[in-house]
């Protein structure tokens, strides 16, 4: 078996490697999502990375994931708390390739209602909408809805990486959909 300097065999590298390229893109769109700068998403990821390789490479390579993703949970939580000692104004807008990607969506519905103006705007203004409201959640309920419904994690997983017991997930996130439909339906 080939070895490096360091002592950590070559296929063991590549095997963290893929796998941490494999789960870069879910990464970043969990971290975009919580915490709404991709500069500090992007920094979350990085570290996240960091120390999974110096920390836990030696580990099977089944336990990644879970671990990946808790350490990337707490990264999110290291910057919600140094938010709160440093106020500053967030709003999530989409990045460059994330619009690109959301125009592209738009433009590809079917049907001729895509192309009248009026049904653009208010489907943009619905979805501005939604933003604000899951952004406006409590964390934990937004955590919880973000990673059970628009990553499709299964309750197990979402309670392990968010380090709580799978009665609280389902809790957080009947709350969340309680409050996203509330809002969602006020026309205010």
């Known amino acids: 078996m080939a070895v490096r300097r360091d002592g950590k065999p070559l296929e063991r590298r590549a ?14 769109r969990i971290a975009s999502f919580a915490l709404g700068q991709r500069d500090d998403a992007l920094d979350a990821v990085q570290e996240s990375m960091f120390k999974l390789t110096r920390y836990y490479a030696q580990r099977p390579a089944s336990e990644w994931p879970p ?4 350490i990337l949970h707490n990264q999110i939580q290291d910057f919600h ?8 104004m967030a709003v999530f807008r989409p990045s460059g390739d994330q619009a690109e ?5 738009l433009a590809n519905l079917p049907g001729a209602e ?9 489907r943009a203004r619905n979805l501005e909408r939604l933003s604000q409201i899951i952004e406006s959640l409590p964390r934990r309920q937004r955590e919880a809805f973000i990673l059970r419904l628009l990553e499709g994690w299964d309750i197990r ?6 380090g709580c017991s799978e ?9 969340a ?9 006020d026309p205010s």
């Open 15 to 28: 095997e963290l490697e893929r796998f941490l390229l494999d789960v870069e893109r879910k990464a970043l």
């Open 157 to 162: 997983t979402t309670a392990r990486v968010m």
């Open 114 to 122: 895509r192309n009248q103006p009026e049904v653009a705007f208010e």
């Open 167 to 175: 009665g609280s997930i389902k809790t957080h996130l009947s709350r």
């Open 177 to 185: 959909l309680h409050a996203l439909r509330q809002q969602m339906e």
């Open 81 to 88: 708390r140094a938010r709160h000692r440093r106020p500053v």
């Open 67 to 70: 671990l990946f993703f808790r």
């Open 101 to 105: 990607e959301e125009a592209d969506l």
